[in-house]
């Protein structure tokens, strides 16, 4: 893909649909002209009075507690320089949105039109009855050190310049568990700093507020080391110059133990770390590129932890560690600013973290089987959603002991609780999800690739490294497709089903073996392999691909045949069946069965629901499950309401470990509290149901199409579940986020299965070693 399109691709995602990144949600109901009168006048007065009367009731009656402002003017966009408000805009709307997917703060993003720092002081200062806290972002050294010193003097909510503050606080925690790990105590390190910009002044400031020695610490910028001697030596550089007699980085890496790098690519060479002393600390934070390149730096010494800002490698120094969480224990304790305690706390916060034992859930999204405090993992991984939790309660707590707070909280284990209510989980899933497909991608064959979506979704899984593809179809047309569409799939293969004969023959033959009782010739095999759905089925079964995607444009009947006569179910599974995963505001739900069989028995729904239990399973997802129908525990009788309620039955005779009851209506298996106050014995009485069985494929399929038009949730499938290797077939007509979203998941389930395998085969293993 040329640079040109995958520039069109980042035009295209801002631009199509609703342009920009974010909206305005209302929270209260506006469907009737009584809400309306409510909402505005006359109704609105009365929340009016009340704030007037009493200030601080602006947190009671308005969204002013859950508001923060993302403010620049652009002078300092990521490493895009001086590109002016306007452009700077895409940049604040990205900060909006991860201050909302990591810790439910809405933003308005202001972008101003000034380089005066007195403008920029007065303008925002003025803002302040509208936001609970203000996020200052990209805006260049020198000037973001006194608009920020005199925002926090002069404004009385929360104030912080992240591009300061926030690579500071991560890299801070990073260098206490490095220093542990390393033996080095942080009054002794001797650090060499390269940069002396916002984020290298902060960070630098933040160590010494952690114990690190000024007389320790040598700081270089382009021109060299920053010397006490240097003519015309402005304030912010003075803070750091040192007197020692070296003029290089060269000379100043020579026996020192920490390396901070916060300037650019490839000004690091291995000579330098070699000449550091015994047991060296790098932090290698350039982006995109980092000092020294991470290879070449931990092979040119064993006894190095290095630390980078890029996610391809351990120790990612990523700022979303930070500021989600800080600001939101900021607001939640309604705090007059972000002081150095808080910001302390953070850090140690976020140290203390990455020592706890990891969820399970985190070691699945990035592929592990142990992640452990070590060299390489000194802080937490972005996906750890006890971040929130934690970092959150430590700033909130520091808040009120430095006397900050206007709001004490009495009972932290409900505010826990109530954090982690803040999750939603509609995206949080598919993130982890991907996540652990790029940590290690498996082969999958498209077998419909003479078609632009097909070659699309190929493009970004082969660009994210979130799967290996394999093109079916003519090699002529695919190649047309992709020139026409300036794709970039060089090194991809391509396979044409018509110039394999040896495949061919080879696949044709185990066909006719598995089909010979089923009236299937081999003269016959060989023609239904010309089929690209047998052939690329062929391929799974064969090893010669790991997982098959298919179903654009055939319809969905005939793409599972191929797979269901020439891979079959799992040993245990008497039928296969479709799932949907549903990205709702609450979290994922999934559905089933939506897409395979068509009216199930009692006894079919059991299998049904067993398969979705082990399929949920695989997701880090504890399923709750719901049998649904249009009575409620016995309260209507009809062939559908039995039917359910027997299945139910044999399910909590025969397999009790299942979270399971019905039959009951969608409503009551969504809302728990209407469950409760109506059948306070169910077994789904104390949290909803996330996992919703049909009583027939007639209302599964209705059902989840109406919630992703109408609820506006996100459709993840249909998820094929019981064959025991992976093909997966997507919607006839599906986008190419939908076709992405399915390699996805056939990734996730091939690493699923090779990890059964491998236990399976272990345990084999054991008992052989017993006998």
């Given amino acids: 893909m040329s640079k040109t399109n995958r520039k069109q691709d980042a035009l295209d995602y801002h631009s199509q649909g609703r342009p920009g990144k974010i909206q305005v949600v209302p929270t209260k109901p506006t469907a009737s002209q009584r809400d309306l009168t409510l909402a505005y006048s006359p109704g609105v007065a009365e929340p009016c009075l009340r704030i007037a009367d009493n200030t601080e009731d602006v947190y009671k009656y308005t969204a002013k507690g859950n508001l923060v402002a ?37 933003v308005f993003d202001l972008e101003l039109d000034t380089k005066n720092i007195d403008d920029f002081v007065k303008i925002v200062k003025s803002l302040e009855p509208t936001f609970g806290g203000v996020n200052l972002e990209d805006i260049k050294a020198p000037e973001c050190f006194e608009i920020e010193r ?30 542990e790990l390393q033996k080095k105590k942080m009054d002794k390190i001797k650090i060499v700093v390269n940069g002396a910009g916002a984020a290298a002044i902060s960070c630098t400031r933040l160590y010494v507020s952690l114990g690190a020695k000024k007389e320790n ?51 690091v060479t291995v000579e330098m770390l070699k000449s550091m002393a015994k047991n060296p600390i790098v932090f290698a934070m350039a982006n995109p590129n980092p000092e020294i390149a991470y290879e070449l730096a931990i092979s040119s010494r064993k006894d190095l932890i290095m630390a980078t800002g890029r996610s391809d490698y351990p120790n990612q120094v990523n700022n979303v560690l930070g500021f989600p969480y800080i600001f939101r224990g900021a607001l939640d304790v309604r705090a007059t600013a972000i002081n150095e305690p808080m910001k302390i706390a953070a850090v140690r916060a976020i140290a203390e973290l990455a020592k706890k034992t990891v969820p399970e859930a985190v070691n699945l999204a990035y592929n592990e089987k142990n992640i452990k405090f070590g060299k390489e993992y000194i802080i937490p991984k972005p996906m750890d959603l006890r971040l929130l939790t934690n970092v959150s309660a430590a700033v909130a707590k520091a ?22 209510g803040r999750l939603g989980g509609e995206d949080a899933i598919m993130r982890a999800i991907t996540n652990k497909a790029k940590s290690d991608p498996k082969r999958v064959v498209f077998a419909e690739a003479d078609n632009y979506k097909i070659l699309k979704a190929a493009q970004i899984v082969k660009d994210e ?10 090699k002529a047309a695919i190649q ?36 010979q009782r089923k009236g299937v010739t081999l003269f016959e095999a060989t023609k239904l392999l010309r089929d690209r759905n047998y052939f690329g089925a062929s391929m799974v079964e064969f090893g010669e691909a790991d997982a098959m995607i298919s179903g654009l444009t055939k319809n969905y009947a005939t793409t599972i045949k191929p797979a269901l006569q020439i891979i079959g179910t799992e040993a245990d599974v008497n039928r296969v069946a479709g799932m949907y995963m549903m990205m709702t505001k609450k979290g994922p739900v999934f559905f089933g069965d939506t897409t395979v069989n068509v009216d199930p028995t ?19 997802i504890t399923p709750r499950i719901a049998m649904l129908s249009y009575s409620n525990f016995g309260s209507n009788e009809g062939i559908i309401p039995d039917k359910v309620k027997g299945a139910v039955k044999i399910l909590h005779e025969q397999h009790p470990d299942v979270l399971v009851d019905g039959e009951m209506q969608g409503n009551f298996a969504i809302n728990n509290a209407l469950l409760k106050d109506n059948f306070p014995f169910s077994r789904l009485a104390d949290a909803p149901a996330n996992t919703l069985v049909f009583p027939n494929l007639e209302s599964g399929n209705i059902a989840y199409k109406l ?14 579940l019981g064959l025991k290797k992976p093909v997966h077939i997507v919607q006839l007509g599906s986008s190419v986020r939908e076709i992405v979203n399915m390699v996805t998941i056939a990734v996730l389930d091939v690493q699923v299965k090779q990890q059964e395998a491998t236990a399976k085969k272990g345990g084999l293993l054991k008992r052989v070693a017993k006998k």
């Avoid at 306007?86 to 703060?105: N, R, Y």
């Avoid at 970039?488 to 495949?503: A, N």
């Fill in 70 to 106: 993302v403010i620049s003017n652009g002078t300092a966009v990521l490493g895009l320089g001086d590109i002016g408000p306007e452009a700077s805009k895409p940049v604040m709307e990205g900060k909006g949105l991860l201050f909302k997917i990591f810790a439910d703060i809405d």
């Fill in 399 to 420: 808040a009120i002991e430095s006397g900050v707070a206007r709001k004490v909280i009495q009972d932290w284990d409900a505010y826990a609780e109530e954090l982690k």
């Fill in 480 to 515: 047309q497709i992709i020139e026409e569409s300036a794709l970039d799939l060089e090194g991809v293969t391509i396979i044409d089903p018509f110039l394999e004969p040896e495949r061919m023959q080879k696949y044709a033959e185990s066909l006719y073996q598995k089909r």
């Fill in 707 to 720: 919630l992703q038009e109408l609820g506006e949730a996100e459709a993840v499938g249909p998820i094929l």
């Fill in 217 to 267: 610490i040598v700081m270089c910028d382009r021109t060299g080391v920053i010397q006490d001697s240097r003519p015309n030596l402005d304030a912010i550089k003075a803070e750091f110059a040192t007197s020692r007699k070296i003029n290089t980085l060269e000379e100043a890496m020579k026996d020192s133990d920490v390396f901070i790098g916060l300037s650019s690519a490839d000004t």
């Fill in 150 to 179: 005199r925002l926090k003097e002069e404004m009385n909510i929360p104030v912080m310049h992240d591009d300061q503050h926030g690579t500071a606080i991560i890299s801070a925690a990073a260098l206490l568990n490095a220093c």
């Fill in 602 to 620: 009692m006894n079919e729904l059991v299998d049904l629901t067993l398969l979705l239990d082990r399929s949920v399973r695989k997701f880090n």
């Fill in 465 to 474: 490294n979130i799967a290996i593809p394999i093109l079916l179809g003519n």
